[in-house]
């Protein structure tokens, strides 16, 4: 069965960076795309960006762009997500998630980590 | 960038109600919206994509209708696991999009 296996929480300072990863099993890696999706405490949530495992393309949030790189490693089937400058407002549970479906055909989140809790806190 | 405006952003139902919940986008997007639930705590959960297709597994009383601006997500005789929060979601055009959320509350 699909499984995307995240990284463990973080804490860390205004103005560092962090990084989390996503390890995916279950299925042919390269095959469907990875999106982030990111949840501050109590609000909706926000959709951070793509990667392509197979091209390495990716695509990012307007709001986050110059501050986040996702990347991918085939040989062991992991994506990440590097985000720095950390803000207070980047305090957050940030999950990856496989698409499923292709374009032109709805494109839709299946398959979700289990989310990863990053505290920024001075 | 399509936005999204989910409504209402909590409603109040009793057990076995039917209840509704709206999303319109910003510009025409086919059938390319997906509903979300989740319980406090938890990931997550696709309910129905493609705006009107239910995930498997997922129970008949949730349901989804709509086409280009207008979705509506319908639930029928609400159980008492159904009383968390829901999302819409717009696939059709970067950056994707979510719902801000409708919290279905017990009255």
């Known amino acids: 069965q699909v499984q995307l296996v995240q990284s463990g929480g973080e804490v860390k300072k205004p103005g560092a960076s962090v990084k989390v990863s996503c390890r995916a099993s279950g299925y042919i890696f390269t095959t469907y795309d990875i999106n982030w999706v990111r949840q501050a405490p109590g609000q909706g949530l926000e959709w951070m960006g793509w990667?392509?495992?197979?091209?390495?393309?990716?695509g990012y949030a307007q709001k986050v762009q110059d501050r986040v790189t996702m990347t991918t490693d085939t040989a062991t089937s992991t994506v990440s997500m590097e985000l720095r400058s950390l803000t207070y407002d980047d305090t957050a549970v940030y999950y990856c998630?496989?698409?499923?479906?292709?374009?032109?055909?709805?494109?839709?989140?299946?398959?979700w980590g289990q989310g990863t809790l990053v505290t920024v806190s001075s | 960038d399509i936005q999204m405006t989910q409504s209402p952003s909590s409603l109040s139902a009793s057990v076995g109600d039917r209840v509704s919940i709206t999303c319109r986008a910003s510009?025409?997007?086919?059938?390319?919206l997906n509903w979300y639930q989740q319980r406090p705590g938890e990931v997550p959960k696709l309910l129905i994509y493609g705006a009107s297709t239910l995930q498997s597994g997922v129970p008949p009383r949730f349901s989804g209708s709509g086409s280009g601006t207008d979705f509506t997500l319908t639930i029928d005789s609400l159980q008492p696991e159904d009383f968390v929060t829901y999302y819409c979601q717009q696939t059709y055009s970067m950056p994707w999009t979510f719902g801000q959320g409708t919290r279905v509350e017990m009255k």
């Open positions: 510009q025409s997007m086919s059938n390319h």
């Open positions: 990667i392509s495992p197979y091209s390495h393309n990716t």
């Open positions: 998630v496989r698409v499923t479906g292709d374009y032109p055909a709805p494109q839709y989140f299946q398959h």
